[in-house]
């Protein structure tokens, strides 16, 4: 039975991962931060009884920022595959905390790659590793952007994902590990933040068709992005480790889109009209912006065999449809009396 390790395992890729990894035959362990609250809801329809026999997920806690925690959740779980997912990965934070995010997202990575390094020296085992990758790292850089497109972050979390990325390349080349950077454009689904703007977009949007609320507050409408599944995208994500050789991939659709766009798909699908209930809020510009990312995906087409199925109308359509159920949901409550607190779809 294959082990991978999945560091972020409670986000949105790592749940799809998790998921997807399971549905291989893996056994399948996750590295989470303690919190004071329960933060497993993304993968909670996977959890097992860890005393069962059939159990195949496992859950350690760790943190990027603890280089011998994840020397001992190594030795521990001797993993054959190790997915880098775990990171500060909000831009717009990244502003606010950009020393924390760097030593998460930066010298985590290099923290994780050592760990590893000394984990095969002494175990003598060949572990697989897969770097997240950011199409934030292209920046400025002029559309459509494949591997050969120089890198021209404009956030700390760009820049930090270019050192990570570097770093996985520099192990690749000074230890001969099997390191493979995947280099993801703009993937979501009804399991993405609530502060990242599709997210936003949606959730706003179901209250906003329930009465809940009646204005969406959003920064730059014109910015262009990429947009896929991020089921799709984790398949990806897997077809790198089982390559012969490792390497860097885009992985994209090859269209892109602007926020503006998102939002019309949204609202058609509402029946509302977004201009009505959507205002810009300064608040929420970057202090540097990207204004225009667009993959090309054919070497991972073309070595991986790696297409995403999952349309963009049929992504605006899943996550719009999932969004107007917990609206639902929420005023059913509201109606009966229950007091429920909602925070982030207006504003964030």
């Not at 931060?33 to 909670?44: L, P, Y």
């Not at 059939?54 to 001797?78: A, M, N, P």
């Not at 999952?310 to 107007?324: G, K, Q, R």
Request: glycine share 8%; net charge negative.
């Amino acid at each position: 039975m294959t082990r991978a390790l999945i560091s972020g395992i409670t986000g949105q890729d790592g749940s799809y991962l998790a998921e997807f990894l399971l549905g291989k035959g893996y056994e399948v362990h996750g590295i989470i931060r303690r919190a004071s609250t329960f933060n497993t809801s993304r993968i909670d329809h996977l959890y097992q009884d860890p005393h069962s026999e059939e159990t195949r997920l496992f859950l350690h806690y760790g943190d990027l920022s603890d280089g011998t925690g994840l020397r001992h959740i190594l030795e521990k779980v001797q993993p054959d595959e190790v997915y880098n997912l775990g990171a500060q990965s909000h831009v717009k934070v990244s502003f606010e905390q950009p020393e924390y995010t760097a030593d998460v997202v930066a010298t985590g990575t290099l923290r994780l790659l050592d760990a590893i390094r000394d984990h095969m020296a002494n175990s003598k085992a060949v572990v697989r590793v897969y770097q997240a990758g950011s199409s934030e790292m292209y920046g400025a850089a002029a559309p459509p952007q494949t591997e050969a497109t120089p890198f021209r972050p404009r956030s700390p979390y760009a820049i930090s994902k270019v050192a990570g990325y570097w770093y996985a390349v520099n192990y690749r080349e000074a230890y001969d590990m099997f390191v493979a950077n995947g280099i993801l454009f703009n993937h979501e689904s009804p399991r993405r933040g609530e502060t990242f703007v599709t997210r936003k977009i949606t959730r706003a949007l179901g209250r906003i068709k329930e009465g809940l609320q009646d204005r969406l507050y959003l920064g730059n409408l014109e910015a262009k992005r990429d947009w896929g599944f991020a089921g799709d995208y984790v398949e990806a994500m897997w077809a790198m480790l089982q390559a012969d050789a490792p390497g860097d991939y885009v992985v994209a659709t090859g269209e892109a889109r602007s926020v503006k766009d998102f939002l019309a798909a949204a609202f058609t699908r509402a029946e509302l009209d977004w201009q009505d209930h959507v205002s810009i809020d300064e608040r929420y510009l970057r202090p540097t912006e990207v204004d225009h990312l667009l993959g090309d995906p054919a070497k991972a087409r073309d070595e991986l065999g790696w297409t995403p199925s999952v349309s963009f109308d049929e992504l605006v359509a899943m996550m719009v449809e999932h969004d107007m159920e917990l609206a639902r949901q929420e005023r059913t409550l509201i109606d009966a009396g229950h007091d429920v607190a909602h925070r982030g779809a207006a504003g964030a």
